[in-house]
Each structure stands twice: as C-alpha cells, then as structure tokens.
C-alpha cells in the first residue's frame, strides 16, 4: 500500500501562493494517478486537480490558471502550486492516490481513490 502525507499549507495574505507537498511511500508513485482534494468547514470535500501516470492534468474551474499540479516520480512526490490565493481557497487540502493501469486518465471523484492522506491546513487571509 502507499502512504501519503501532505505538507506545505500555512497561513497566507490573500494574493498570496503555497506550495503543498504529497510524500508518499510504501509504493513508488509511478502506477498511481494522483489528485488534490480540499474540505472547507462546514462543507463536503471537493475536487481541486488530478493528474494522471503520463501527467495530463485536470482542475476544478475555481483553480484554473492560478494553480499547478505536477509530479515527481523520482521523489515519490505530488506538488500543488497555489498562486493568486482567495480567502475561499482556505480549507484541510488532502492528496489521494489511485492505482491505475490506464496513463492518461485523471480521476474528478473522491469514491475513485484508494489512499488518502492525513490533510494540510491552508488558510487564505483577505
């Protein structure tokens, strides 16, 4: 199994960017499609970006433009990029992985993925 663990959130200005980290471990990265989630209080999780084996990339359309998501199989890592950060991008940011045969297909739903990890707080101050 693959381990997951997120980092990089913290408190910023509005306008500002972060960059979060997925470490995982267990699994090379290589057979997973991966993805960012985001929970904001009171609300249900939410899609932010996927990207697949090959590293096509998918985003909500409330992310597009500002953020990036990019993988680094050699380090077993998943980068979220934020810039241009809102005070409504202030959520628990969470990664998850899918074990996929297929390359190019990015997964939008939460039931898709297997591994979670444990969540990064990232709060957006107006």
């Known amino acids: 199994q693959v381990q997951l663990v997120e980092s990089g959130g913290e408190l910023v200005q509005a306008g500002g960017s972060l960059r979060l980290y997925c470490q995982a471990s267990?699994?090379?990265?290589?057979?997973?499609?991966m993805g960012w989630f985001r929970q904001a209080p009171g609300k249900e999780r939410e899609f932010v970006s996927a990207i697949s084996r090959s590293s096509l990339t998918y985003y909500t359309d409330s992310v597009k433009g500002r953020f990036t998501i990019s993988r680094d199989n050699a380090k077993n890592t998943v980068y979220l990029q934020m810039n241009s950060l809102k005070p409504e991008d202030t959520a628990v940011y969470y990664c998850?992985?899918?074990?996929?045969?297929?390359?190019?297909?990015?997964?939008?739903?939460?039931?898709?993925?297997?591994?979670w990890g444990q969540g990064t707080q990232v709060t957006v101050s107006s």
């Open positions: 998850a992985a899918k074990l996929t045969y297929y390359s190019g297909s990015v997964y939008r739903t939460r039931d898709k993925y297997g591994y």
């Open positions: 267990g699994r090379t990265i290589s057979s997973y499609a």
